[in-house]
């Protein structure tokens, strides 16, 4: 995903305040939270990003939401957000932090798919290998995809690992059209 | 039908399959962000290089040209349609490349190397990147061999040299291609045993078609086909209808197989025809990556891109092996204006210049070259001793008669000494005249400019000269043999060749008068 400048620079500020406060792990849950809140309510999504809605009303909309559910830090922040006129960058400003976070913490988040779910042993086995790959801590999200046939198709950053049956296929499929396969 | 057993078939296939490991595949891929006019955008592609070649679906290739902050700017090599915002784009690791090898002689190929002759594949096993840099001062060698374009007019005045880089200019259907296709043609002498024996090499030719109609193409390569010069010449073609990169990097094709031949000790010629269409291709390009447009709303760098285009021409130093690669690149002006931006800018990069002219060429003089503004700044070290004597006042003459033609009106008030510079003069233009297909040989050049600057023709009408000269070496080839030996072994005129010309052309002149 690309963030807009703004958003990058907001959640930077945000998290060295968080850092300069000591409370990355309370605001990082915070961040996970309202994300969930804005998910689970589409109307609140529409009504911080809608321009017609004024600034102090989405403030005050927030903030009602906000009290008492996230600390003191994200208050102020939203509340600094309001200041700047930037309320409608928050729910950008928020997915840059997390991303944002995971480099900083040298943190990358891979994506495993594969025909049946994985079992423990597998899946600690696939997470060996790729921080040793990468060197990097891995967090594994796992999805289902019945469509490759088999094995699994790991995702991290830019790099695919691809060992499923359906690609082995292709490849198989390759061979034989590139060979010039003739029955002469 | 043939029948078929199905466990032949499955022979067949396991054969096939023998060498196959089930291995995971690691790759590394972006997203396509937009796509339009022969340009897409991409996200993500991190460690891609600047001119990698990266996959697209549908069997679309792409070279990336601009790597931004946050996104990768790359040209598409096919049809834009194929590619939609969103598709997964792959890169391929490897630098844009072109298979080299002799295997590539006598066939047709796109600017990435596949085949378009329908002669099934090419067997190479070695690829080069088409971007190359070119050599330094320390693996150079000045231009010493001669290469013989079998065009009198340019052999005697604007010789040129293995290894230059020759533009040959002018407006359109005044005979540019006709030019660099007669030198395509006349190398053909050098790969016979005779030309081994006189430690003549072999010339590998390129003709690298850009933005040519392809029916313009298919002439070239029958006619080159009939006179038997496709044995020794690639023809790399990025037609009109190809996208604007393939046409912007067909010349670098082109250098890149022409250097194998080079680097391998051979010798290679190059022709780009032309490279104002790749001027337009690249400006074409550079708008749509939105880089900024400067004078004739070409890019900054399209100076660059032609230089280090022919500067990839070379001789190389004895150690390397001694191989060189000849340029050719063709410029067409419009009504004559060489000072235009491309024009001028390619006339600066080269080692001189052929300059046609419609005006000649309408009046029938062809190949209508300017000889006063064609100039070869390197060729004339590279000449035969023998051409070199008598090229000097055939030179001079052709001078003092374009000083003097505008007089050629006044006709009957003329002095003698004006009237025999003038008659001289117009001699020597009927002299040169060549038809198209039809080089001649060095000796055979050496002979009829000796003619023609002694004055042996001069009794001789206008009209008869072209007829003399021709006869003249029926007559000579027959009866005097070893004045064009002696020329082509010793690549001298020695006093008594000079004395038995002129004895040959006394007799068979009054042979001639009789007739």
Known sequence: MRFSKVATVYANSYFDFALAQGKVDEVTKDVAKILEIVKGSPELERTIKSPIVKPS??????????????????????????????????????????????????????????AAPLSNEQRKEIL???????????????????????????????????????????????????SGLSLN | MVEIKPDEISAIIRKQLSGYSGEADVYEVGTVLQVGDGIARIYGLTRVMASELVEFPNGVFGMVLNLEEDSVGCVLFGESKLV?????????????????????LGRVITPLGAPLDGKGPINTTKTLPIERKALGVIQRHPVKEPLQTGITAIDSMIPIGRGQRELIIGDRQTGKTAVALDAIVNQKYT????????????????????????????????????????????????????????????????????????????????????????????????????????????????FYVHSRLLERASKLSAELGGGSLTAFPII?????????????????????????????????????????????????????????????????????????????????????????????????????????????????????VFLGINGLMDVLAVDEVKKFEKEFHEFAEQKYPEMYKSIRESKQLSDETSSLIKKAADEFLSIFKKS
């Open chain 2, 191 to 302: 790969h016979t045993a005779e030309a081994k024996a006189l430690g003549i090499e072999p010339v590998y030719c390129i003709y690298v078609a850009i933005g040519q109609k392809s029916s313009t193409v298919a002439q070239v390569v029958a006619k080159l086909r009939d006179y038997g010069a496709m044995e020794y010449t690639t023809v790399i073609t990025a037609s009109a209808s190809d996208p604007a990169p393939l046409q912007f990097i067909a010349p670098y094709s082109g250098a890149t197989l022409g250097e194998y031949f080079r680097d391998n000790g051979k010798h290679a010629l190059v022709v780009y025809d032309d490279l104002s269409k790749q001027a337009a291709a690249y400006r074409e390009l550079s708008l749509l990556l939105r880089r900024p447009p400067g004078r004739e709303a070409y890019p900054g760098d399209v």
């Open chain 2, 332 to 448: 067409e002006t419009q009504q004559g204006d060489v000072s235009a931006y491309i024009p001028t800018n390619v006339i600066s990069i080269t080692d001189g210049q052929i300059y046609l002219e419609p005006n000649l060429f309408n009046a029938g003089v062809r190949p209508a070259i300017n000889v006063g503004i064609s100039v070869s700044r390197v060729g004339g070290s590279a000449q035969i001793k023998a051409m070199r004597k008598v090229a000097g006042s055939l030179k001079l003459d052709l001078a003092q008669y374009r000083e003097l033609e505008a007089f050629a009106k006044f006709g009957s008030d003329l002095d003698a000494s004006t009237t025999k510079t003038l008659s001289r003069g117009a001699r020597l233009v009927e002299l040169l005249k060549q038809g198209q297909y039809a080089p001649v040989p060095v000796e055979k050049q050496v002979i009829s």
């Open chain 1, 57 to 114: 009303a989405k403030i005050s909309i927030l903030i009602e939401v906000l009290t008492g559910r996230v600390s003191s830090v994200t208050e102020r922040f939203v509340n600094f957000l309001g200041e700047k006129n930037r309320i409608d960058s928050l729910i950008e400003i928020l997915h840059a932090y997390s991303v944002l976070k995971d480099v900083k913490e040298g943190v990358v988040r891979s994506d495993v798919k594969s």
């Open chain 2, 84 to 104: 939609k915002e969103g598709d997964t784009v792959k890169r391929t690791g490897k630098v844009t490349s072109i298979p080299v090898g002799d295997a590539m």
């Open chain 1, 128 to 178: 060996q290998r790729l921080e040793n790959k990468f060197e990097k801590k891995i967090i594994l999200s796992e999805s289902i995809d019945e469509d490759i046939i088999g094995g699994f198709v790991v995702t991290v950053g830019d790099t695919i690992i691809d060992a499923s049956i359906k690609n082995q296929l292709l490849q198989v499929k390759k061979k034989l059209i590139n």
